[in-house]
């Protein structure tokens, strides 16, 4: 179906990246499990059938600062599947955020990270499979000069008052715009003994007073070069400083191990290795 279709290229896309994620049933959102989880970011990819007690467990999320994803499809139903009068949730939905919606084009921006007057902010662009053959453009407006990165290419795009998107169908692109220009990154990490907890510290050259999101993909590899789906990680190096930490198991191989830090909106990385003994 176009629901599982959209929902593991969220999938895939966040698995590329590293980013750890769950899902989570509708009856748990109506028991309050937003309430409680430490998440920044509820993603519904095609979510027609929302029902109102969901809706308001939704809508408490956000209030405490979470960010809601959703699209064209959200809240258009209850959840018996009757159409609503009027969709819910579209309030609270960061998309479409001054810049404009699906088009002829068939491209669709959303707004990821940063509501009106952040600081800094994280956009996607999809494009629909059937919106034909070759490559549509569309220009974005910023509402003031900033540093954008295209966060695919980790290419920046320097300190712009416009950028342009190309999309081929079926294809997505991510931006980032900050009001600064993010340098380089670095990593650094202690001696441990087998079964004891590493420590990683992790610099990101930004400003000490910045407020954005920065996440930081943290990769651990063992001795034999093999990379540990169990210790990497993301860290928010907001303020230009994030931490990660990560408990070793007593039968891990003894050695070097190595760890690499990938800045995401540059693909700037540091590495730095560590000696794991009794």
Known sequence: ??????????????????????????????????????AKTLILPQSAAI???????IRRFAKRGGTVVGDDFTGLMDEHCALR???VLRDVIVRELKLGPKDTDGISPYVLYGRDGAEG?????????????????????????????DLRAKKSLGKVGEFTVALAAAQAKFFAALPYEVGDVSVSAGNAAAGAEVKVAVKVGVPTTAKACHP?????YDPSGKRSRLYSGVCDAKGGTGELAFRTALNDPRGTWRLVATDYITGKTASVSFLLGE
């Open 1 to 38: 179906t176009e629901f599982d279709k959209c929902s593991l290229r969220w999938t895939q896309e966040l698995q590329s990246r590293g980013i750890p994620y769950r899902f989570v049933a509708y009856a748990e959102i109506e028991d309050g499990e937003l309430d409680r989880t430490p």
């Open 121 to 149: 902010r994280y956009w996607g662009f999809t494009r629909d499979e059937q919106s034909g053959e070759g490559v549509a453009r569309r220009t974005i407006r910023l509402e003031k000069p900033a540093y954008v990165y």
């Open 51 to 57: 029902s109102d007690r969901e809706a308001e467990a």
């Open 216 to 220: 930081v993909l943290v990769e651990v």
């Open 85 to 87: 009068a009027k969709p």
